[in-house]
């Protein structure tokens, strides 16, 4: 398993954008897809996006399609998630995870996942 840990996160007013990234320890996340969920609060955890291991292949969310756009370097460890156009219902806590395919994580299908970071957009 890799051990992941998000950052990025913040308030931003509704129309803005943050680039969130979660940093991957370990040498195996080539290895691995990844992916981004997001949880508000009284809410259950929903997925948002991922991103095959080669970064070749992109799953969204309806909601979140064509504001959010997933990427990542394999030289750095690294996933983003940037998110524009930000609106009030995109506050959340926002978790990264990895798993054996994109088409996996959107089910839910993760080995690991990190502690979250929260988004907070403002009206």
């Known amino acids: 398993q890799v051990q992941l840990v998000e950052s990025g996160g913040g308030l931003v007013q509704a129309g803005g954008s943050l680039r969130l990234s979660c940093a991957a320890s370990?040498?195996?996340?080539?290895?691995?897809?990844m992916g981004w969920f997001r949880q508000a609060p009284g809410q259950e955890r929903e997925f948002a996006a991922a991103i095959s291991s080669s970064g070749t292949f992109t799953l969204y969310a309806d909601s979140v399609k064509g504001r959010f756009t997933i990427s990542r370097d394999n030289a750095k460890n690294t996933v983003y998630l940037q998110m524009n156009s930000l609106k009030p219902e995109d506050t959340a806590v926002y978790y990264c995870a990895a798993g054996t395919s994109a088409s996996s994580i959107r089910r839910g299908q993760c080995d690991s996942w990190g502690q979250g970071t929260q988004v907070t957009v403002s009206s």
């Open positions: 370990g040498r195996t996340f080539s290895s691995y897809a």
